[in-house]
């Protein structure tokens, strides 16, 4: 699978911005897809993506009631809207596949795209 990650720029605190991933391959559909980023100096960290087993959506803390993640298998591609953006959301967002693991470790994801960066200014 390859991942190519689309949608970043440089807004102002509380704006809003939409991250696409589009996916290659026909079997886009069996593989488990999840949002991380990763801030200058800080380690990756998981955003958002497909449960453990798929079925439902799990965000981290930090984002949870702002971000939505969704996909898309008609079009091989998934989406995180990001709502109410701080300073603090800014990084290089990535987008991932996996077919099993911890939707939460970016050691379960097999497949990166290239990142997208996201520039919120205060």
């Known amino acids: 699978v390859q991942l190519q990650a689309s949608g970043g720029g440089s807004v102002q605190a509380g704006d809003s911005l939409t991250l696409s991933c589009a996916a290659s391959?026909?079997?886009?559909?069996?593989?488990?897809m999840g949002w991380f980023r990763q801030a200058p100096g800080k380690e990756r960290e998981f955003v958002a993506g497909d449960t453990w087993g798929g079925g439902g959506t799990a965000y981290a803390d930090s984002v949870k009631g702002r971000f939505t993640f969704s996909r898309d298998n008609a079009k091989n591609t998934v989406y995180l809207q990001m709502n109410s953006l701080k300073p603090e959301d800014t990084a290089v967002y990535y987008c991932?596949?996996?077919?099993?693991?911890?939707?939460?470790?970016?050691?379960?994801?097999?497949?990166w795209g290239q990142g997208t960066l996201v520039t919120v200014s205060s």
């Open positions: 391959g026909r079997t886009f559909s069996s593989y488990f």
């Open positions: 991932a596949a996996r077919k099993t693991g911890s939707p939460l470790s970016a050691r379960s994801f097999d497949y």
